[in-house]
């Protein structure tokens, strides 16, 4: 089992920026890729980014490439979700996750993660 938590999550105004954090423990010696999602109230939980174990790899969704940046510490069990030119389009629950499938670049589908955190709320202000 591994165990996800989020942090860093709250009220900024549109423009402004926040840094995700999610801290993963227990079977942390097993190589996971990672990755972010969200969902916004009525609607489906979204990829927005991924990093590969050895962090040689990222992938974005559309919405956020060029604003967010997805990094990740592995002597910390971290990854990192830096969100700049943040927008109201980008309020949401704000969820990371583990896939055993370590190394492989395009994974946005939700299904194929293992682990999930219990998430973080974003709200971003007109």
């Known amino acids: 089992q591994v165990q996800l938590v989020e942090s860093g999550g709250g009220l900024v105004q549109a423009g402004g920026s926040l840094r995700l954090s999610c801290a993963a423990s227990?079977?942390?010696?097993?190589?996971?890729?990672m990755a972010w999602f969200r969902q916004a109230p009525g609607k489906d939980r979204e990829f927005v980014a991924r990093?590969?174990?050895?962090?040689?790899?990222?992938y974005y969704a559309d919405s956020v490439k060029g604003r967010f940046t997805i990094s990740r510490d592995n002597a910390k069990n971290t990854v990192y979700l830096q969100m700049n030119s943040l927008t109201p389009e980008d309020t949401a629950v704000y969820y990371c996750?583990?896939?055993?499938?370590?190394?492989?670049?395009?994974?946005?589908?939700?299904?194929?993660?293992?682990?999930w955190g219990q998430g973080t709320q974003v709200t971003v202000s007109s």
């Open positions: 990093i590969t174990w050895s962090a040689d790899s990222t």
């Open positions: 227990g079977r942390t010696y097993r190589r996971y890729a």
């Open positions: 996750a583990a896939d055993g499938d370590a190394n492989t670049r395009t994974v946005v589908a939700a299904t194929r993660y293992e682990y």
